[in-house]
């Protein structure tokens, strides 16, 4: 069904210390920072704005979904990619320009399919279910459920080429180049 990857959304359950300095459960919810486009759903989870951060430091997330990590900190999100099948390489493009990303990319596709992008970032990308193909400019591997891609970066594409949305767990620090 087309659009399936639309419907994603995130469970985020953290712990913090109650009124007598006792761990507790602080928030138990769906994650409020989140942005559902054409190309991919993104639900953010937490992020710090440096490291180290302090154990009982804010969640610095805003509002709205961004691409980059803050500039000497970290994001943790969940991302769900459509099949290729649905895949428009202008409503992926224009996904990635609503996120913020509007210069990881200069909108051209792969025969893989999907638009080539990068970012200074590590990101460290966990299938959690589905498949993806992650695609270099001169290889690919397929990744499936409970596989680990560390993208240092590089120029890539992801690519689902099943018939079904695939989840990731992506953390990103900020890098420098």
Do not use: C
């Not at 953290?14 to 459960?25: M, Q």
């Not at 459509?82 to 895949?87: K, N, Q």
């Amino acid at each position: 069904m087309s659009g399936e990857h639309l419907k994603a959304q995130a469970r985020r359950v953290v712990s913090g210390l109650d009124a007598e300095g006792k761990s507790a459960i602080i928030a138990d919810e769906l994650t409020p920072t989140r942005m559902a486009a054409p190309g991919f759903t993104v639900m953010d989870v937490w992020q710090f704005d440096s490291l180290p951060s302090r154990v009982d430091g804010p969640n610095t997330l805003g509002a709205d979904a961004v691409i980059a990590p803050p500039p000497e900190g970290l994001v943790v999100r969940l991302a769900s990619f459509p099949p290729d099948s649905e895949f428009d390489a202008a409503d992926y493009a224009a996904s990635l320009d609503a996120f913020g990303g509007g210069d990881t990319h200069d909108g051209d596709t792969s025969e893989a399919g999907g638009v080539w992008h990068l970012t200074d970032t590590v990101d460290v990308v966990t299938v959690i279910s589905g498949e993806l193909h992650a695609v270099t400019e001169t290889g690919e591997t397929l990744l499936k459920q409970g596989d680990t891609f560390v993208t240092r970066g590089v120029k890539h594409i992801w690519s689902n080429r099943t018939t079904e949305p695939v989840v990731i767990v992506a953390t990103m620090t900020a890098a420098k180049r």
